[in-house]
C-alpha cells in the first residue's frame, strides 16, 4: 500500500428520564447517584429549578444557534440552502444501508481501489472497512464514507432528505464567507483561495500534516463557514454531470493544495468508486 510520500495518482455520551401518567419525572440511579425528579420525596425546589432552568434554555435555545453557524442537524445553512458541516461518515452511511438493504457495488464485487500502479483492484476494500483487512476493526464510524459511487451518494442523500451539492453551490461554501460574524480570522464577504482560508494550511494533504490517511469527521481545521474537510480528505461527489461523467471537488489526503482550489475539480466516471471519493449533502434552507 502507498503511503502520501510515494506519489500521486493522475486523477483522480446524562442521563435518562422517564416521563410518569402525572406528568412528573421519576427518579433514576445515574453514575452511583439517585436523582430524584419527582415529588416522591425529593426536594420541591430542586424540580422548580430544573424546570426553570429548561424553560429559559427552550426560550433562548434560536439565539444561540442563530449567533454565529445558524447550524440545524449538523449542517449549516447559507443562502439558499444548507450544507453538511462535514462529510458523509460510515457511521451515517451505515444507518442508510441497514435502512435500505443496500449492497453497494464495491461490496458486490469484493474490491475497492487505490491508485497505485495505475488503479489497482484491493480486495475486501469498502465503505464498511475502507482499507480493507488493515482495519482491525470495523472502521472508525467518524471518518468518511468512500468506496460509493455518484448514484449511491445520491440515494444517500435523497433518503437523508436532501441531494447532492451543485457546482455553484460548493463554491459558494467552500470560498466564499457568508456568516456576518465568522470569527476563525475569517471576513465576511471575502472569497479565499482555500476551503480554510488564504492558505492551505490545516488540510489533510498529500504533505506533512497528522492524518497519514482519512481524518475523522471535524478533526481538520475549521475553514470558510464553519465547514470541516471542504478541502482534503476525501474528494466529493457534486450533481454536476456530464454524461456518464460526474463532477468531484476537493481534493484528497493523496493530493497537494493545487486540487482544493476551485479549478482544481474534477470529472470523473459516475460508476467510479475508489478509497479517495466521498460526498457530503445539502439541503432546502430551513424557513
Known amino acids: 500500500m502507498l503511503t502520501k510520500s510515494e506519489g500521486l ?31 416522591r420525596g425529593e426536594r420541591p425546589c430542586m424540580t422548580m429549578f430544573r424546570r426553570a432552568a429548561l424553560l429559559i434554555l427552550l426560550l433562548t435555545a434560536p439565539c444561540l444557534v442563530t449567533a454565529q453557524d445558524r447550524v440545524v442537524n449538523d449542517r449549516v445553512v447559507l443562502s439558499g440552502f444548507a450544507i453538511d458541516r462535514t462529510e458523509v461518515t460510515i457511521g451515517r452511511f451505515r444507518e442508510f444501508a441497514l435502512a435500505t438493504g443496500l449492497t453497494t457495488q464495491a461490496e458486490r464485487a469484493g474490491h475497492g481501489y487505490e491508485y497505485g500502479a495505475g488503479w489497482e483492484r484491493r ?42 451539492p451543485t457546482r455553484a453551490e460548493w463554491q459558494e461554501a467552500a470560498y466564499r464567507e457568508r456568516r456576518e460574524t465568522p470569527g476563525d480570522g475569517f471576513a465576511a464577504g471575502k472569497t479565499y483561495p482555500y476551503p480554510v482560508g488564504d492558505s492551505p ?36 461527489w457534486l450533481a ?43 439541503y432546502a434552507a430551513p424557513r
Open 201 to 236: 494550511d490545516g488540510m489533510n494533504l498529500s504533505g506533512a500534516d497528522p492524518w497519514p490517511r482519512h481524518a475523522a469527521a471535524g478533526a481538520t481545521k475549521r475553514g470558510v463557514n464553519g465547514l470541516h474537510e471542504m478541502g482534503g480528505n476525501a474528494w466529493e
Open 9 to 39: 495518482p493522475d486523477q483522480d455520551r446524562a442521563p435518562r428520564v422517564r416521563i410518569a401518567r402525572a406528568g412528573m419525572l421519576e427518579p433514576r440511579y445515574t453514575e452511583g447517584h439517585r436523582a430524584f425528579l419527582g415529588p
Open 123 to 164: 480486495p475486501g476494500w469498502s465503505w464498511r472497512r475502507p482499507f480493507g483487512a488493515a482495519d482491525t476493526a470495523e472502521a472508525d464510524a467518524r471518518a468518511p464514507a468512500v468506496h460509493l459511487s455518484w448514484s449511491e451518494a445520491r440515494d444517500f442523500c435523497a433518503w437523508a432528505g436532501g441531494r447532492l
Open 240 to 282: 454536476d454531470r456530464q454524461g456518464d461523467n460526474a463532477l468531484t471537488a476537493g481534493g484528497s489526503w493523496w493530493y497537494g493544495p493545487q486540487q482544493t482550489r476551485t479549478e482544481g475539480m474534477q470529472w470523473k466516471a459516475a460508476d467510479f468508486y475508489a478509497v479517495y471519493v466521498g460526498f457530503r449533502c445539502a
